[in-house]
């Protein structure tokens, strides 16, 4: 990245940005389903028709390529479309109501009703590596609007050309629909983006990028007089495990396959496996020392290549470690693939240099003795946002074995496929135990929602007075559960 510099936000431009979020929370927040959807809608639609504008300052930001951009905005898009389905379905509001029980099995029970509500308004840092996906209005941006929260975008310092025509997008988009002023708005600069996370206006913050800023901004998040939570992705090795029997019966195909998913994208996807577990005397290894693509490829931005470089070269003089494929070098954000290979058994001793996250074409192949030996490296492993596993079919014992020790290790387990692809599904889950992530929740999916809501109880309430979506007639028409009773209809 060269030749153009986002400008810092003014402290002045700042509190008007703050001011006009923390305004519209009540408005959004107080939107019918319907309305919301609408809103939701308006900017898949704005992204679509500006999309041949928006790429090509994408590709010069990044040099992603405009045909992989094309398809994010695609994505994008598909993204707020199923956010404004989950938004008029109504289960997210997780509405219950217990009417009163004179005769309750602890005695005289009052009329509860509880249902989600709006945090506020929320803090979002996007990803350089999906400009759109993850950027100032991607799935965080999405599942916080469709919540009922205005977001504060910050802009990411590697995305200059595009940060300003794609939040005009957003934002017009969203005014011509009809949300309140101060919907989504976009701050700039390094002293910004702490300043956000620590405004008392701010009631969550949604990140994505490094495990060293993720954590400082999470820090500031937690040490704030009244903290708030952050949302972190950070880190993640995304682990792969070949079974013998799965080495055996196509060992070669899985070479490639994951030679494939390590290169997409040049190594930037936060799913990339990272490290590969298969059998020592299975000729894995000299598989993919052969068949390797080295070739240079494009990096975001010269500081994720300088930090590669380092990275790779302070491997390849490891003890622990051989160099199977390419070379530790680059020039800015030009960088060499490097495939390496060790042992469970040298790795006992290393454990943090050698299973530390490499941004970048780079994955380790780690040699195994025996399926006991397999089991054993799980211990060794900290939280992913996935783990897989490659199995010879539904009988392989061995596999069978791995999967409950792998459930707790990631978010997303997978069974003779990839992590890299994140389908955006209701069953999607993007997320992981530390340090992949900093919660329990989803990015990606319609449940990312909940990170943004909060519960609340409504005791003895007049039926008037309350909200649309606890009144007895269910005027929303929405999935409720009813004395107990899992419902879409209205109470009798």
């Not at 006009?20 to 704005?46: D, F």
């Not at 005009?168 to 910004?192: D, Y």
Request: net charge negative; glycine share 10%.
């Amino acid at each position: 990245m060269s030749g153009v510099e986002q400008p810092s936000t003014s402290p002045a431009e700042f509190e008007q940005v703050l001011e006009s979020a923390a305004a519209a929370a009540p408005a959004l927040g107080a939107m019918s389903p319907g309305e919301r959807a609408r809103l939701l809608r308006a900017v898949a639609a704005g992204l679509r028709a500006r999309r041949d504008e928006l790429v090509p300052l994408a590709d010069a930001d990044s040099a992603l390529g405009e045909a992989r951009l094309v398809g994010e905005v695609e994505r994008t898009a598909v993204q707020f479309e199923m956010f404004a389905e989950a938004v008029d379905e109504g289960s997210w509001l997780e509405a219950v109501i217990d009417r009163a029980n004179p005769e309750g099995p602890l005695g005289p029970q009052p009329d509860l009703r509880r249902m989600l509500v709006p945090l506020g308004p929320v803090a979002v840092f996007g990803a350089s590596n999906f400009p759109f996906a993850f950027g100032l209005a991607g799935g965080d941006t999405a599942s916080a609007l469709a919540a009922g929260c205005p977001v504060v975008a910050k802009v990411h310092p590697a995305q200059p050309r595009l940060s300003g025509p794609y939040a005009e997008v957003v934002a017009k988009s969203l005014a011509a629909a009809g949300a309140p002023e101060g919907t989504f708005g976009v701050v700039s600069g390094l002293e910004s983006g702490r300043a956000l996370v620590m405004d008392p206006r701010i009631t969550a913050v949604g990140f994505t990028g490094s495990t060293s800023g993720g954590r400082a901004l999470a820090d500031l998040a937690a040490g704030r007089p009244s903290p708030v939570p952050f949302y972190g992705e950070l880190g993640s090795l995304n682990p792969v495990f070949v079974t013998p029997a799965a080495a055996a019966a196509r060992g070669e195909g899985i070479v490639r396959d994951y030679l494939a998913s390590v290169g997409l994208g040049a190594g930037q996807f936060c799913t990339k496996p990272g490290l590969l577990l298969v059998p020592e005397d299975s000729g894995m290894a000299e598989i993919v020392a052969a068949e390797a693509d080295t070739a240079p490829v494009t990096l975001l931005h010269d500081g994720i290549g300088d930090a590669y470089v380092d990275g790779t070269r302070a491997l390849a003089t490891h003890p622990a470690v051989r160099i199977l494929a390419g070379a530790p070098e680059g020039d800015g954000r030009t960088v060499r693939p490097v495939l390496a290979r060790t042992t469970i058994a040298e790795l006992a001793g290393f454990r943090d240099e050698l299973l530390a996250e490499r941004f970048g074409p780079f994955s380790l192949v780690m040699t195994y003795r025996d399926a006991d030996e397999l089991r054993s490296a799980v211990a060794l492993l900290e939280g992913s946002l996935t783990a897989g596993v490659h199995a010879a079919g539904p009988d392989d014992g061995d596999a069978a074995a791995l999967l409950p020790l792998l459930a707790p290790l990631a978010g997303r387990v997978l069974w003779n496929s990839w992590p890299t692809g994140v389908a955006v599904t209701w069953a999607q889950h993007h997320g992981g135990p530390h340090p992949s992530t900093t919660s329990i929740h989803t990015s990606v999916g319609a449940t990312a929602m909940r990170r943004f809501l909060r519960p609340i109880a409504y005791q003895s309430i007049p039926d008037a007075l309350l909200p649309a979506a606890l009144a007895d007639a269910n005027p929303l028409g929405i999935p409720r559960r009813v004395d107990g009773v899992l419902t879409p209809e209205p109470p009798a």
